[in-house]
């Protein structure tokens, strides 16, 4: 079991077992390690110490639930940019495929593929020249089946399994540059409906959430929120469009195309390194 592996084995015990609030040698005993050991390790790549992320699973969600709905999402049919990274002030431009493009169906295109290890868990990632246009955990679904996928959106596309030319989808998210990183582009295919609901999302602030009907709302489509969770499902990006931000008006989890363990990791990992960013890793009591 590598290193990654062992991280996200770690984070979906605790999810598992959140209620029983278990202690930090009892966590590293099930990826077989020492504390001392899992503990540096879990903070090198999760970039939060295990104490930090069990307190994200059992207080922060519910003081999200009980904070009045984000006013951003106002917005969430401007086009363009969203809002700012909490880690590399960065902005995310949104690129829809246009209608010649779709009538040409990737003809001339060249899109980039591989598949990389993270503390959530591998993902798969491809790049065309203009932008990410997939990322997918992989072990919710497999990397062949999503190429698949992918191809058959873009049937008149060359494909290249090319992880270096991907990578930076990853380390994006989880490595914090030395200087500002540039305007990260990602170019998507979908309808009309799909795509402004993908835009909303990226209005949905890191750390906050949102129900399906108040994107609906924001949307001026107040009874659309079945629509908005057909296209939430759908959504091409994972972790980059943030449809885990997005929970039932009840506060519960809702669905997530990757499982909702999968959705409940990301939620504390994203919470968590908000609180934690600048404080010292310490260890679970």
Not at 1 to 27: C, F, G, S, W
Not at 57 to 80: C, N
Not at 150 to 175: I, M, N, S, Y
Request: hydrophobic share 40%; aromatic share 10%; with cysteine.
């Amino acid at each position: 079991m590598n290193d990654y592996a062992r991280i996200e084995k770690a984070m979906a015990y605790m999810v598992a077992h959140a209620a029983a609030q278990p202690n930090l040698e009892t966590v590293a005993a099930h990826v077989h390690l020492s504390a001392f050991h899992f503990q540096r390790l879990f903070c090198r790549y999760a970039g939060i110490s295990p104490k930090r992320f069990l307190q994200a699973l059992t207080l922060e969600r519910g003081k999200q639930l009980m904070q009045p709905s984000t006013s951003l999402l106002d917005i969430a049919h401007t086009l363009g940019l969203s809002g700012s990274s909490r880690l590399y002030d960065h902005f995310v431009q949104f690129e829809a495929m246009t209608p010649g493009e779709y009538k040409r169906q990737g003809e001339g295109v060249e899109i980039n593929y591989g598949v990389h290890e993270t503390p959530l868990g591998s993902m798969f990632v491809a790049v065309t020249p203009r932008g990410i246009c997939r990322m997918g955990f992989v072990d919710a679904t497999c990397a062949d089946e999503l190429l698949a996928r992918l191809a058959k959106e873009w049937p008149r596309g060359t494909f290249h399994h090319c992880p270096e030319a991907t990578r930076f989808a990853v380390e994006r998210l989880f490595t914090k540059p030395e200087q500002p990183a540039e305007c990260l582009s990602l170019h998507v295919t979908g309808t009309n409906f799909q795509i402004a609901v993908w835009r909303a999302l990226l209005t949905i602030p890191e750390g906050q959430l949102a129900s399906y009907s108040h994107i609906a709302k924001a949307l001026g489509t107040p009874k659309s929120s079945r629509a908005v969770g057909n296209a939430v499902g759908a959504n091409p990006i994972a972790l980059w469009i943030p449809c885990h931000r997005v929970i039932q008006q009840s506060g519960a989890l809702g669905g997530y195309r990757w499982g909702l363990e999968k959705k409940q990791i990301v939620q504390a990992w994203e919470w968590a390194q908000i609180e934690d960013m600048a404080l010292a890793p310490s260890l679970m009591s």
